[in-house]
């Protein structure tokens, strides 16, 4: 019985064991079922809620854009009338104006001129209510006002009656070392302005003068301009400091000297050595031609000169043989001629020497010119100048040089030839007069 009661406990244990665990698992589902039930409602709930959102913003830019297009077409509408007004309004200025339009172009234009035409001149000094004026009438975009235009008016007359008259004024003057400061100046008119050194530059724009470099001779000053008389003639520019430009531009013979460089300065060097030495040679030459011919009159009185050595010669032994005399009388010519010609070949070797020493400068020049084209171009001549005037002054030294050195050669050659000639003239007289008394001993003797 025991076990009968065992095998029915096991046997009823092992069916209720399944249907307890399918009961469980129906639970969990169902469970499970009711979150997921609960998350979707959730969920649709927020998508719902989103889409409310956008529905009402989609409304809200709708109006937006309605109220725009409305504003939109009330501007354009606007827009139109207002350009139908302007284009009124223009038409009514434009009828209303009248000529005055024409009348302001004309203004501008000779506001314009004036203001050109006051550029750089002396009555511009200190005029600050025309100046004001000009640029008000030039810059501005309508019709000036009355105002403007009378200062205009007044500021012209004003200009033209200042043009007659002579004023002193300070100016702030720059002079020719670069130093800056306020002094009195007189102003000639419209043409010139004048200082105590001379006449002045006026630059408008930095509003200050400035002195010339260089002033011509006989140039006013405020010390002439007080002692002129009326009626005197004076030097004045009437191309308001343009000429005086230019005559500050225009070197000096030193300047050119500059110019040269180191060989134009050599070439300097020879022609005063050439011009010494043939100073120096001319003037022995013409002492001993005053010389010889002193001894021409007294040929029996042999003195200190050429001709007096050659006369020695004859009178020293008059009994020596004529060979002998002959060749003593060519050997103190030979030495008298040396002593004439002392010096000239020293005189032609340097006017030689000058023209080659040009050449020299010139090719020097023209090297600096090359080198200055390479480093900065060719677009600026004036940065060419220094070696394009050493190139061009150079030659016109070593030429200017060599002339005078060989015409002064060719003068003392031609005086020394001309001394030469007197003494050999005495000395072929000597022979012939030693020839003539030997024969006429030979003549005595035979008759005897």
């Known amino acids: ?112 001129e004036l203001n050109l035409s006051r550029e750089n001149r002396p009555v511009s000094i200190g005029d600050d209510a025309l100046n004001n004026a000009l640029s008000k009438v030039e810059d501005a975009k309508s019709l000036p006002s009355l105002a403007t235009l009378t200062a205009l008016w007044e500021g012209t007359v004003d200009e033209l009656n200042k043009s007659a008259e002579i004023a002193d004024i300070t100016v702030n003057t720059r002079d020719t070392q670069g130093l800056v400061s306020d002094s009195p100046a007189t102003r000639l008119g419209n043409i010139a302005l004048v200082d105590d050194n001379g006449y002045l530059s006026w630059n408008s724009t930095t509003q200050q003068a400035t002195q010339f470099a260089k002033t011509p001779e006989g140039g006013l000053t405020r010390a002439s301009i007080d002692n002129a008389k009326a009626g005197e003639l004076v030097i004045l520019d009437p191309t308001y400091g343009v000429l005086l430009d230019q005559l500050s531009l225009t070197p000096t013979l030193y300047d050119r000297f500059e110019q040269g460089g180191i060989v134009g300065k050599i070439i300097t060097a020879i022609l005063l050595i050439g011009l010494g030495i043939a100073l120096v040679r001319g003037l022995v030459l013409v002492k001993t031609r005053i010389a010889m011919s002193s001894q021409m009159k007294k040929p029996d009185q042999p003195g200190n000169n050429p001709l007096g050595r050659v006369l020695n010669v004859y009178h020293t032994e008059p009994d020596r043989s004529l060979d002998t005399l002959e060749l003593r009388l060519m050997e103190t010519i030979l030495d008298e001629q040396q002593g004439f010609e002392k010096g000239l070949s020293m005189l032609k070797l340097l006017a030689a020497l000058a023209p080659m020493l040009g050449l020299l400068g010139t090719v020097t020049g023209m090297i600096e010119t090359f080198q200055v084209i390479t480093q900065y171009g060719n677009g600026d001549p004036t940065v060419m100048a220094g070696g394009i005037s050493m190139a061009l002054v150079t030659t016109v030294m070593g030429l200017v040089t060599a002339m005078p050195l060989l015409l002064a050669h060719n003068l003392l050659s031609t005086q020394a030839d001309t001394l030469r000639g007197m003494l050999e003239k005495v000395g072929v007289s000597l022979v012939a007069e030693q020839s003539e008394a030997a024969d006429s001993v030979k003549i005595t003797k035979s008759v005897a």
Not at 63 to 74: F, G, H, K, Y
Not at 81 to 87: A, F, G, K, V, Y
Request: glycine share 4%; charged share 25%; no cysteine.
């Open 1 to 112: 019985m025991k076990r009968l009661q065992l095998a029915a406990l096991l046997a009823a244990s092992m069916v209720l064991a399944p249907s307890a665990s399918a009961a469980n698992l129906v639970k969990e589902t169902q469970s499970a079922q009711k979150v997921a039930a609960q998350h979707n409602a959730e969920r649709e709930a927020g998508f719902y809620a989103k889409e409310q959102s956008l529905e009402a913003k989609l409304a809200a830019l709708k109006a937006q854009q309605i109220q725009l297009e409305n504003e939109t077409t009330e501007l354009s509408e606007t827009f139109t009338d207002n350009e139908q007004t302007l284009s009124e309004l223009e038409e009514t200025l434009r009828l209303e104006t009248g000529s005055l339009g024409e009348v302001f172009g004309v203004v501008r234009q000779a506001a314009r």
